[in-house]
């Protein structure tokens, strides 16, 4: 019997091991979200993010003026205003008294650069120089001067990991701001995407989506695209339309972190889209 | 024996910074070759099929590590890649399968099965289709990788240094 088994060992020494290293292979993918794993992976992305920031010099290739950045950090909390203005005057357009609107929220704005990008067509992230130091946390938006870029996905003591919208499992609570219509806008690995928008609902080819109010994730009224295309389903009922950002996600620099915490009560609550 | 084994991992640390920093810069839309695979496909050629495998296992959780995806996705791109790629290791033939035009057909064929399967496993997304998975996921990254794969048969040292 033993001698069975070692004959049949040898003889199949590579299926044996490349069947016991997929096995391995696909036990981490599926305890990814434990503890254990997640300290491993940020002590190594701690360590390996600082050789590559200091590499990432040689993709900026023109060394930015202090003073530049400082008007893009301007330009970026300005874009967040001027967008909560235009849904306010839509919303008084439609003659909603709204007299006792909040305040505009000041965001506090960190800006950072990205060290390095894992680029795939369906799993965008993005390395940035900012992190637990600078008091960056999971599930902070990520902006531009023009728009939404992605989200906080991991943390570490100097450098964070970015969900970019061309990411297939980052699915966001949107709003086409002029006719107040929500959707979960995702990526297809070609497009953004809102899928199911009901026919009734007068959407047109230019009209601007931002994150939606629903979103326990994203503060409200950030902008993220605009309809490129709208596409009816065969039963005619309801429609897909596509979406194109305002940043253009691959050539995406000079970032933001905006520094919202997400809110504790309304991640517990059972209507939460985005759990 | 061990030299023979540190070799790939020394040769893998400039390669991922290369691979997270600058192919993002030489990038098609997206779409993007994988200097890690054309070390792993050169060394299964050159040491054997097991060699491969570990090879690949090995800095395919590497890189899973360092460059903040999910860990295992890569791991099991390389491993089944290599393992591929180790049908064609011939110890008689070393160098034409790795300085010729035969490397590069290789390399395509385990170039698409690493890039469909790690974009497989990574997205758990119904509107990804199969059509772009194959295509554009798997197909046109294989290519570009492919591609890149070229300077290494034009460029093999002949004492066998690397």
Request: overall charge positive.
């Amino acid at each position: 019997m033993l001698n069975f088994l070692r004959r049949f060992t040898y003889q199949f020494k590579e299926y044996i091991l490349f069947i016991l290293l997929v096995v391995i292979s696909l036990s981490l993918l599926s305890s990814n979200d434990r503890p254990e794993v997640k300290n491993v992976r940020k002590f190594a992305l701690g360590n390996f993010a600082f050789v590559n920031s200091m590499l990432s010099y040689i993709s900026d290739i023109f060394r930015t003026n202090p003073s530049y950045n400082k008007l893009k950090e301007e330009n970026a909390k300005l874009m967040l205003e001027i967008n909560r203005l235009r849904k306010a005057e839509i919303e008084n357009k439609n003659l909603r008294t709204m007299l006792s609107l909040p305040d505009t929220m000041k965001y506090p704005l960190v800006a950072v650069d990205i060290v390095s990008k894992l680029v795939n067509k369906i799993q965008g992230n993005f390395i940035i120089n900012r992190g637990l130091k600078d008091s960056i946390h999971v599930g902070m938006p990520v902006i531009s001067s023009k728009g939404l870029v992605g989200i906080i996905a991991d943390v570490t003591k100097n450098f964070s990991v970015v969900k970019t919208l061309y990411n297939s499992s980052l699915n966001i609570a949107v709003t086409v701001q002029n006719i107040n219509v929500d959707g979960v806008l995702t990526w297809n690995g070609h497009e953004l995407m809102i899928k199911n928008i009901p026919t009734t609902y007068e959407i047109n080819v230019g009209d601007k989506v931002e994150t939606s109010d629903f979103s326990s994730l994203f503060p409200p009224n950030i902008p993220v695209g605009v309809i490129s295309k709208k596409e009816s389903l065969a039963i005619g009922l309801l429609h897909t339309v596509y979406v194109e950002p305002f940043i253009d996600i691959r050539s995406a620099n000079n970032l933001f972190v905006v520094k919202v915490v997400p809110s504790k009560q309304i991640n517990n609550l059972e209507m939460n889209l985005m759990k | 024996m061990i030299w023979n084994f540190l070799k790939p991992v020394l040769i893998f640390i400039p390669l991922a910074t290369l691979q997270l920093v600058i192919v993002p810069l030489i990038t098609v839309y997206d779409i993007a070759p994988n200097l890690i695979l054309i070390l792993i496909v050169y060394y299964t050629l050159i040491y054997g099929q097991i060699f491969g495998i570990i090879a690949g296992f090995v800095l395919g959780l590497l890189f899973d590590l360092i460059s903040g995806s999910m860990i295992g996705a890569s791991s099991l791109a390389f491993t089944v890649s290599a393992f591929i790629a180790g049908y064609f290791y011939n110890e008689n033939k070393i160098d034409i399968n790795t300085a010729s035009f035969l490397f590069v057909i290789i390399l395509f064929l385990c170039g698409v099965v690493n890039s469909f399967l790690y974009s497989s496993v990574m997205t758990n997304n119904p509107d990804v289709n199969f059509v772009t998975l194959i295509l554009d996921i798997g197909i046109l990254p294989g290519l570009y990788t492919a591609a890149l794969g070229l300077p290494v048969i034009i460029l093999k040292p002949k004492k066998g240094i690397v």
